[in-house]
């Protein structure tokens, strides 16, 4: 069975204090992780997906990155409007196509 | 390019009553799935499709119907709606590469009283 441990299960930070979200899987035959922002009231929105270890991928403030146990998110120099909720899934080579999601990580940024 | 819809946004019913949730994508996905949001959880996979006329269960399947007559549809049946069945659903679609991985609907907010 798919497994996603995401920790901390909350993150308050200053603006401009970088840190990072841990995301812990185990799989059977991973077909690639997924990192989504989610905002209240709305659905995922897609950040990276990543597919081998020592894989990496950036995009403004945020890197991603993947080991054979564990993906990093990491924040640099934040924003206010960084702060929500980050999702971590996993996609596996057997059984149903779909996700599996960690419980996911609520960011706060204050000014 | 709207993405992937869903209707209806909120929903109220009542114990036994019967309500289909509607998703559409218009980007030509041959994947698409279901899932639901409760507080202190993750998402879980509730249905999912492969194309159409192919559908099959995922983690939570049970008091729910799929169908897929259409590539671009994907409704969700509740037969007799259940308190247990309040949550937030979300629909999804994907292409085969995973590379821009799934693009999800913005929700319907369910209450079952």
């Known amino acids: 069975e798919d497994q996603v441990t995401q920790s901390p299960e909350a993150l308050r930070l200053q603006e401009g204090e970088s840190s990072s979200l841990n995301c812990s899987y185990t799989?059977?035959?991973?077909?690639?992780l997924f990192w989504y922002r989610q905002d209240p009231g709305k659905g995922p929105e897609f950040l990276f997906t990543?597919?081998?270890a020592g894989e990496e991928k950036e995009k403004e403030r945020l890197k991603a990155t993947l080991t054979k146990k564990e993906s990093f998110l990491h924040i640099t120099a934040p924003k206010p409007e960084d702060s929500a909720t980050y999702l971590c899934?996993?996609?596996?080579?057997?059984?149903?196509?779909?996700?599996?999601f960690g419980k996911g990580t609520h960011l706060i940024i204050q000014p | 390019n709207a993405g992937v819809t869903q209707t209806p946004k909120f929903q109220v019913l009542k114990t036994g009553q019967s309500m289909t949730l509607q998703c559409a994508q218009d980007?030509?996905?041959?994947?698409m799935s279901w899932y639901r949001q409760d507080p202190g959880m993750g998402l879980r996979l509730i249905h999912y499709?492969?194309?159409?006329?192919?559908?099959d269960q995922g983690e939570v399947p049970n008091g729910y119907n799929v169908s897929r007559s259409t590539t671009e549809d994907f409704p969700l049946r509740l037969l007799s709606a259940a308190p247990s069945q309040t949550s937030v659903y979300f629909c999804?679609?994907?292409?085969?590469?995973?590379?821009?991985?799934?693009?999800f609907g913005s929700g319907t907010r369910l209450t079952v009283v």
């Open positions: 999804a679609s994907r292409d085969p590469g995973l590379q821009e991985g799934y693009t």
């Open positions: 990543l597919y081998s």
């Open positions: 899934a996993v996609h596996s080579g057997g059984g149903a196509d779909g996700l599996t």
């Open positions: 799989v059977s035959g991973l077909r690639g």
């Open positions: 980007m030509n996905h041959e994947y």
């Open positions: 499709s492969v194309g159409a006329g192919i559908t």
